[in-house]
């Protein structure tokens, strides 16, 4: 049986775990949350980024002790069943089709009021989620990762905090030099930052930044989500031709195709330029969370089944980052957005969402695959798989890996 070969050092997935988050969308999401909330969306930030790296210990626990590049469908199905496994593969696959997506200064921070929302600012916890998102796609690769037990949780985490970084002096470049109420009214608050900054030259500068961080969303999908694509296939869950991999570089190239394709419909038929980003970055973000919540209690049900095997690595203080992520990403579903109405129809298209996966899901695995909807898959043939990999490849094949 053809398998994936570990190529991939630090550095690469340092690189795949920010390749989805640097997105022109978090550029729009950012602006907008400064709007918003002004200096108080940190507030948000920063409770997003501590339930992102609560998120971060989970996957990389998981990817490390089953690193058959399933993602959150070979752990889910392991702890809880296939129904719940596919539901949110499902999810977190689907949501990426959908969002695929120096002048004198105007203000003086320090004249501003902080947190103006008081504590109401945590109802925008999740729109700050979206400035995080994808940091946990380096796991599905783990199989063709060195180490993954090192090098997986610690790009990750130093992945997270650039991100936080970067975000923090953007953020505050936003609100010094754009009235807030532009910024949360406009569906491009970074154009309006570029031309306030830098003039028309800043025009230029922000669409070659947007260009190059579209095509960082667009390299990480295509590189990660075949490789989901490829387990589900191995496993019964979608055609088999999925499970193909070419010939030469042992890449799962239908895969790449296929999502190459998809990405293609998404930009050229118009999805890509809907009015009301807001919504659907939300309603995202929600069925995104649902991962999450899943991720945290397989890490719990499994140190619970199997409290005595081997963990290449462990999430320190286990259970206390599971528990309180998982209640923190169910407190960002709930008060998803401050504005009522605005948080009634991100509601509507994320139950439409997630209620059609749990249909889909159910019907494939009753009449397709005859399982059992919550009957957990056993452990041990995952580990006999891990055992039946290839030796571990030099460095440079990193290349030959993703078929360059």
């Known amino acids: 049986m053809d398998n994936l070969k570990r190529s991939l050092g630090f550095w690469a997935c340092l690189s795949v775990s920010m390749g989805l988050v640097v997105a022109s969308s ?53 702890a809880l069943g296939p129904l719940l496994a596919m539901v949110a593969t499902i999810a977190g696959l689907g949501i990426i089709g959908l ?13 501003m009021d902080f947190n103006p929302m008081g504590w109401s600012v945590l109802s925008l916890t999740a729109l700050a989620i ?20 090192k090098h997986i949780p610690r790009a990750m985490s130093l992945g997270l905090l650039i991100i936080f970084v970067i975000n923090l002096l953007y953020g505050l470049t936003c609100i010094k030099y754009v009235p807030l109420g532009d910024l949360a009214e406009s ?56 499970g193909k991999l070419h010939p030469r570089f042992k890449t799962p190239w239908i895969g790449i195709l296929a999502m190459s394709g998809g990405i293609g419909c998404f930009y050229f038929g118009g999805i890509a330029n809907a009015g009301n ?20 209690i397989d890490v719990i049900v499994l140190r619970l089944r199997y409290p005595q095997l081997k963990r290449p690595y462990k999430s320190p203080f286990f259970p206390l980052p599971q528990i309180l992520g998982a209640l923190g990403m169910m407190a960002s579903f709930i008060n998803i957005f ?15 969402f997630i209620g059609i996966s749990i249909v889909y899901s159910a019907l494939w695995l009753k009449f397709v695959l005859n399982q059992k909807l919550f009957k957990p898959a056993p452990l041990e043939p995952v580990l006999k798989y891990m055992e039946m990999e290839e030796p571990v490849q030099s460095k440079k094949e990193v290349g030959v890996a993703f078929g360059s």
């Not at 401050?338 to 994320?350: A, G, K, L, V």
Request: proline content about 6%.
């Open 26 to 78: 978090t550029l729009v999401t950012l602006g907008q949350g400064m709007g918003i909330a002004g200096p108080g969306f940190v507030i948000a930030m920063v409770a997003a980024w501590v339930l992102q790296h609560f998120s971060a210990q989970s996957f990389a626990e998981l990817a490390c002790l089953m690193p058959n590049a399933g993602g959150i469908r070979s752990y889910t199905q392991v």
């Open 99 to 111: 969002t695929e997506v120096a002048n004198p200064s105007l203000h003086h921070l320090a004249q």
């Open 130 to 149: 979206w400035l995080y998102i994808g940091i946990e796609f380096v796991t599905p690769m783990a199989q063709e990762i060195q180490q993954p037990e």
């Open 187 to 242: 569906l491009s608050p970074h154009i309006l930052v570029a031309q306030a900054v830098l003039g028309k030259p800043g025009l230029v500068i922000i669409s070659i930044v947007s260009l190059f961080a579209t095509a960082s969303t667009v390299n990480t999908v295509i590189a990660v989500v075949p490789r989901m694509l490829y387990s589900m296939a191995l496993n019964g869950e979608l055609p088999a031709v999925f």
């Open 277 to 296: 980003i807001m919504v659907y970055l939300l309603a995202a973000v929600s069925s995104w969370l649902l991962c999450y919540i899943v991720a945290h």
């Open 338 to 352: 401050p504005d009522p109405e605005i948080r009634n129809t991100i509601m509507r298209w994320s139950c439409l």
